[in-house]
């Protein structure tokens, strides 16, 4: 079975603040794809990433990067400069042969100008 | 381009009444998900179609029914509604085997009075 953690429930930072999401996976297939979706007040759920177990690389997307290491099984997400605009629940999730999403409970970004 | 659309966008009910959820998918994409997420939780997967035939099924209450038409438009049928049931409810469709064509609409919001 699938399983992805989240530890942090909620995290409260200061405008312009760096913030680093946590994300602990656990799967033994050997091919499955990692997710992270910002939730905003609004409800919908805005996908920001996706990357294949094959693809240790990490990636930089404007103030958004992401931290993939296999040998943690962690796909950690990090927001530089954080803005007011960041504030959302950020979901981790995990999808195997199965294509389905297996979600983690959520952390909710609060950013404070 | 055109994406995931699902209406209604809310929906107000009340006890043991019907509902219906409509999910139009991406042009050319056959297959369709089905998630639950309920208030503060992470979505949970219900169910999904492929080519019209179900493929799949998560944690769906006997009280809701699916299915996939002709044109690939996706239906979430719940009976009997309790007030368990107020959630937001996804819908996400992709090219089957093809994870990274995975795109989800913006939600029903179901409230159940």
């Known amino acids: 079975a699938q399983k992805v953690t989240q530890a942090q429930t909620e995290i409260s930072v200061v405008e312009k603040e760096d913030v680093t999401l946590d994300c602990v996976y656990e799967?033994?297939?050997?091919?499955?794809?990692l997710f992270w979706y910002k939730q905003p007040p609004s409800g919908e759920l805005v996908f920001l990433i996706r990357?294949?177990?094959?693809?240790?690389q990490n990636e930089i997307s404007g103030r958004y990067s992401w931290n993939f290491q296999k040998s943690t099984s962690s796909f950690n997400f990090t927001i530089t400069a954080s803005q007011v605009v960041d504030s959302a629940v950020y979901f981790c999730?995990?999808?195997?042969?199965?294509?389905?999403?297996?979600f983690g409970a959520g952390t909710t970004v609060t950013v404070r100008a | 381009a055109a994406g995931v659309i699902q209406s209604p966008r809310h929906l107000i009910k009340e006890k043991r009444e019907t509902a219906t959820l409509k999910c139009y998918p991406i042009?050319?994409?056959?297959?369709v998900y089905w998630y639950q997420q309920g208030p503060g939780q992470d979505p949970q997967f219900l169910i999904s179609?492929?080519?019209?035939?179900?493929?799949d099924k998560g944690s769906i209450p006997d009280r809701f029914s699916a299915q996939q038409f002709s044109d690939y438009h996706s239906e979430l049928n719940m009976s009997s509604l309790e007030l368990g049931d107020s959630a937001l409810y996804f819908c996400?469709?992709?090219?089957?085997?093809?994870?990274?064509?995975?795109?989800f609409g913006s939600g029903t919001q179901l409230s159940v009075l």
């Open positions: 042009p050319r994409h056959d297959t």
């Open positions: 996400a469709s992709s090219i089957r085997d093809r994870v990274e064509k995975l795109f």
């Open positions: 179609f492929y080519e019209k035939m179900q493929s």
């Open positions: 799967t033994r297939d050997t091919t499955y794809y």
């Open positions: 990357r294949n177990s094959f693809d240790e």
């Open positions: 999730a995990l999808s195997v042969s199965d294509y389905k999403l297996s």
